[in-house]
């Protein structure tokens, strides 16, 4: 089947000027196979001496990157277009390392067993000499993390924390040890790190991160490792790393279960693409209410740590795009894939969040910020012991979940039809006009009630759920995981 | 500005300066070069080339967005590149390549520059030393990837 490919401006001297072509095959790698082979100049252009792709071309089918479909492998439909994309990049020669710092004989005996790795070498050592790291926290995840790239010959870490130890700490902190109670984090974690390789600068930050200060403190870094213990600092974090671009190592942990990624880099998605919105307050109890598995954010943090050096190296195989779950209890690692959203609030294509907010706030932290809005907007909400009834007297109903595929893949309510919310209103037809009685739901009903308020506005009845997926969970079906 | 650059001086006419047989620039473009590269040091601008009839009309400022380093790296992510095009569209003309500067580094493409350059695009770099823009050049990859070849950049040194 002949599809349609775009072909950019620098490479149609080499298809007779034109600006797409038609070619034949069932997959992309088939019509690029094809496509080269039609116009033998393009190949050296678009793929490396490897037979892989060059990484500066970008290649969607209609809008979608394949780097986030099956990459060659896409399978292609009737109709579809191939667009290839140039990126555009250079740099000075510095940037092969001349500008990175050169290394002593000491430091050469110290970590030999990354020169002798030919992916790491003298250069890649250097870079990680002239590298600046942030770690956000010295507390779980930020002991482990800082501990291995203190030895990994991270030149500048830099670490923020405004706490002091204390004996509970010791069960997983392992940066501070038992005569340093009482002492301030921050101090215990220098001395450590110092002892650990006196080769490298630390910067300490005694400080509680915040609106007013996270622009400055973090411009000064080139990666910010998230260390956070709360929600409020996680969506800062995030929106300060997305605002100044600096990749931002992310991990999370409670009880046996860590989470762990790379977000806001330009290629991939930030925070907010994977949870557009906060858990209401005090439903995700922190590690001090729930508890947490001492050994837990010692997998997590190295997890983050190998990643900010893979970033410093500019090596492939990141977590950008994927958010790694790992479950200790049942020895488990999972993957989700996590696309950039175009309507994402801070790196979406017309982001509404251009600097930081009031971020205890937005989690509901301070107390004006509820999130039972929708009653306010004059939106028919139904309860989800309601929903279960009707579901069970077998009264015919048309569950709508509004949330993103990625949310919808860890927890939802049996025969719920997923169409984003982003996405509703082009996609109305799919919507039953049978009677079914419609219910929409989200994770906790904020995007929900916008939903059924687009469907009004469109003629379309419907019900919104309270309390979403969650409530559902919570009071019907509590076998399920909940976010 | 060296001497072998400035005896070339006559050649030039009004407010151009030929860069190759097949291209032509506008001083007001290269002065905004000189001007984004000085603004953004000690880190690397870049930018899109924007003209027509082979005539570089517009240097289009654009973000750099790499994640490795502003100081050392510039990057246009396929969303910039379209609105490269999306520009060049809406005055009427072309993409003709793109420009960058190299932060106390001399005006001559990197081995990284290579390995990334796409053919048939002017790529123009200026050199920026303690944040004053020195020299400004231009260069073609070659159609076999194997360097690029130095268009001939005069530079109009009196509008």
Known sequence: ?483 | MNDEQEGRVGEVTENTVRLKPDATIVADAIEAIRRHGAATFPDECCGALIGRDAVIAEAFAMDNTTASGAARRFRIGPDGYRAAEARASALGASLLGFYHSHPNEPARPSAYDLEHAWPNFIYVIISVTNGVPGDVTAWWLRDNRSGFDEGELRWHTGS
Not at chain 1, 102 to 119: D, M, V
Request: proline share 6%; hydrophobic share 40%.
């Open chain 1, 1 to 483: 089947m002949a599809h349609r490919v775009l072909i950019p401006t620098p490479l149609r001297p080499y298809t007779g000027q034109q600006d797409a072509v038609e070619v034949d095959g069932g997959t992309v790698g088939e019509v690029l196979a094809t496509l080269t082979s039609r116009y033998a100049d393009l190949r050296r252009h678009l793929y490396a001496e490897d037979g892989k792709l060059r990484h500066f071309v970008n290649v969607y089918v209609n809008d979608d990157d394949i780097r986030y479909l099956d990459r060659e492998a896409t399978a292609l439909k009737a109709g579809d277009t191939i667009s290839i994309v140039p990126s555009v990049a250079g740099g000075s020669a510095a940037s092969d390392t001349s500008t990175s710092p050169e290394l002593t004989n000491a430091e050469i005996e110290r970590y030999s067993r990354h020169l002798i790795l030919p992916e790491v070498g003298i250069d890649g050592q250097r870079r990680l000499k002239g590298a600046r790291v942030l770690c956000v926290g010295a507390g779980g995840l930020g002991s482990p993390a800082a501990l291995y790239l203190a030895a990994a010959g991270i030149g500048t870490l830099g670490l923020i924390d405004f706490d002091a130890v204390d004996v509970s700490n010791l069960q997983r902190q392992i940066i501070h040890g038992t005569p340093d109670i009482g002492r301030s984090k921050l101090a215990s974690a220098r001395a450590r790190l110092s002892a650990l390789n006196p080769e490298i600068r630390i910067e300490t930050h005694e400080t509680k991160l915040s609106s007013a200060n996270a622009l400055a403190l973090f411009k000064e870094y080139d990666v910010i490792l998230d260390g956070t213990d709360n929600f409020a600092t996680r969506y800062l974090v995030n929106d300060a790393c997305v605002i100044l671009r600096k990749p931002n190592a992310y991990g999370s942990i409670f009880r046996f279960e860590g989470q762990a990624s790379v977000f806001a880099t330009t290629e991939g998605p930030c925070y907010r693409c994977l949870f557009p919105e906060p858990p209401p307050p005090g439903l995700v109890p922190s590690c001090a209410e729930g508890g947490v598995l001492g050994v837990l954010p010692g997998v997590i943090g190295t997890i983050q740590a190998t990643e900010t050096i893979k970033l410093i190296l500019g090596a492939p195989g990141t977590l950008i795009g994927r958010l790694l779950l790992y479950d200790a209890w049942s020895m488990r690692f999972r993957e989700l894939k996590v696309r950039r959203d175009p309507e994402c609030p801070v790196c979406g294509d017309r982001p509404s969040i251009r600097e930081l907010i009031d971020y205890e706030q937005f989690c509901g932290v301070t107390p004006q910020a509820g999130v039972s809005a929708s009653a306010s907007a004059g939106v028919e909400e139904t309860t989800v012991e309601q929903l279960k009834a009707r579901l069970d007297a077998g009264l015919p109903t048309f569950v709508l979940d509004v949330r993103e595929p990625h949310e919808y893949q860890i927890c939802r309510i049996p025969n719920s039809i997923l169409i984003p919310l982003g996405q509703l209103g082009t996609r109305l037809s799919e919507l039953p006009n049978d009677g079914r009685e419609i219910v929409v739901h989200c994770k906790m009903g904020g995007r929900s009630a916008k939903a059924v308020k687009l469907l009004k506005d469109q003629g379309v009845d419907a019900k919104n759920l309270t309390g979403g997926v969650l409530a559902w969970i919570d009071r019907v079906d509590p076998s399920q995981a909940k976010y």
